[in-house]
């Protein structure tokens, strides 16, 4: 491959800069050339790019976000977005194309793969969602974040005897709150891939903890979830007589200096995708597996399951009393 072209799409992960460093100079290293898609999918259709040369990378390892933008694209739903995305690819000169993403941005991948565009995927995103990958750039930080949020938010709810209920990201999975949860030590852990009732759970948990002489608790709860924050707050001071606030921690969580961790495997993970289309081998997902970089076919990768760690999550019920 002469020419590759390489993308950041959907919500932007801390260690996203560091991928595209390694992958552009592992590609320098090799005289190929590379063009940086500006706001992911969208810059395809758009034709927004700009060329990227040692240089152009200079000094981004260390910061959060992404140079090249991202962006959520409806257009690379439909078939049409598709072909029009590789034709553009075809003229911009593109023989491959690396995407760091998340699980959505590789389904589009997949169809680029299929549509004859050689595709190579990184994952990124703050989810750590993704099925063939332990491992994705951004989690580490975003947990790092809310954790220190989380610390903060114990500070108040202890002077004030409350109960503290921290919402953190994770769009659908409970990766992100499981182990925020288990590293601020958290009264209750509440993720969408394990049913729980407010009044006999959370309620009954707290109830037990104040027996213990527990004056104040800290729930996380994943916005995968879906539950109504206000309501259970309510519940709660209705049932235990505890007195509760609510605090939402957002896009902070997608933000600042990415964690020694995430810049590692962004490294090892961008020179890796980028060897991959050198050889002349595409269509795959580049995963971390027990700590080892391997690929997987990208469409053998969708269909993966990933669950999360039930017995980690017994385990931070267990030590919460
Ligand atoms: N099934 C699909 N078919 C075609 N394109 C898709 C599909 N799913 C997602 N995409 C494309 O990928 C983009 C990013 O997807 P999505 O918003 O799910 O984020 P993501 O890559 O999973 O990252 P994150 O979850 O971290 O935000 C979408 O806006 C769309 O352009
Ligand atoms: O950037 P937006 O559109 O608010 O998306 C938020 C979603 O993106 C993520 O931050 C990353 O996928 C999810 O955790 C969250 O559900
Ligand atoms: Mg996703």
Redesign the pocket.
Known sequence: MKTIGILTS??DAPGMNAAIRSAVRTACHSAMEVIGIHRGYQGLLHGDTVPLDSNAVSCIVKDGGTVLYTA?CQEMFTQEGIQKAVENARGMGLDGLVVIG?DGSFAAAEKLCAAGLPTVGIPG???NDIKCTDYTIGFDTACNVAVEAIDRLRDTARSHEKCSIIEV???NAGFLALDVGLAVGAADVLVPEAAFDVEHDVCQNILERKRQGKTHHIIVVS?GCKIDLQKMAEIIVEKTGVDSRITILG?IQ?GGTPTMLDRVYAAKMGNYAVELLRKGIANRVVAIQRDQVVDFDIREALAMKKNIDFGLLEICRNISN
């Open positions: 959907g919500g959520r998340g995103t703050i989810d990201m994770g769009r916005e896009h997608r």
